[in-house]
């Protein structure tokens, strides 16, 4: 393999890296499908190839179509509630960007709900901007089976709320308020900050501790929060999670990571997620 072509999947690697995690929503398989796109590639002839990113996107997107079938499979029989690989710090400029305006944890949550070929549908053509022509080569489809697959998809999305997240400045200043409401341990001001119909959303994967039921309602996620850092001696940091403001935790006793995040609407908190599965936060610096 030509040195120049190797040069140039490098530089398309955070790229095909984005697109495999927004049908996926995990960075292994993410990393994995794309490893399977270079080995590919090296069995084809460049002059082969008009444009190399499209190519490649499609050898990823279809490989991630099929990964995602199985991965469905064994999320069925996963421990508890299944929540995406976290994304967290560690990313360019450009790779914090996209996943502002893109891939969001909730985003990812909503996602799980849709079909694969819904999912990879919505992420290929309302995320990635591909037409509905290029997005039928992957799924298979003509264009107007692909058309109604983004419709229903952009309308489960949107009823849910995960386009409507607010500037990152704005669930900046309402996760610093959580933040201090925390620290401070009053329950009052954290349940200022919620949603009346706030749900929190706990994954261990059966490995560490995490409730295995979603918990509903301001005051009782309010009290499991306190009662949390009550009982465990944490060190706290803030970081990005896929972009957005959130917090890792360390368990100063036995060193257990928890990654948390939230979404925001209308100045309220209405999700909280709290990744503890080790096996996802492999990849998290500095925890």
Do not use: C
């Amino acid at each position: 393999m030509s040195e120049p072509l190797a040069a140039e999947f490098e530089q398309l690697r955070p790229y095909l890296r984005r697109v495999a995690y927004g049908v996926l929503g995990s960075l292994v398989d993410a990393e994995d499908v794309v490893q399977d796109a270079w080995f590919r590639l090296q069995r084809v002839e460049r002059s082969e190839i008009d444009d190399l990113r499209a190519y490649l996107a499609q050898v990823v997107a279809r490989r991630a179509l099929d990964v995602l079938g199985s991965a469905r499979m064994r999320r069925e029989t996963y421990v508890g509630p299944w929540l995406p690989e976290p994304v967290v710090d560690g990313l360019t400029p450009e790779d914090r960007l996209t996943l502002d305006e893109s891939i969001s944890l909730a985003l990812l949550v909503v996602l799980e709900k849709l079909s694969p070929a819904e999912r990879t549908a919505f992420v290929l053509h309302d995320v990635f901007g591909y037409s509905f022509g290029e997005v039928g080569r992957v799924v298979g489809r003509g264009e107007a089976a692909v058309r109604q697959l983004a419709s229903r998809a952009r309308r489960h999305v949107e009823s849910e709320g995960a386009r409507f997240d607010p500037s990152p400045e704005e669930h900046r200043e309402v996760f610093s308020a959580f933040t201090s409401a925390l620290e401070g341990g009053d329950v009052r001001d954290l349940v200022a900050l919620l949603d009346p119909d706030v749900v929190m959303v706990s994954d261990g994967g059966g490995i560490v501790n995490a409730s295995r039921t979603p918990l509903l309602g301001a005051d009782r996620v309010a009290r499991a929060l306190i009662a949390s850092r009550d009982h465990n001696p944490l060190t706290l940091r803030p970081v990005t999670v896929n972009g957005r403001a959130g917090l890792i935790a360390r368990d100063a006793r036995d060193g257990t990571l928890t990654v948390l995040s939230i979404s925001v609407r209308d100045g309220h908190i209405t999700r909280v997620h709290i990744i503890r599965n080790p096996e996802k936060l492999g990849s998290v610096e500095g925890g």
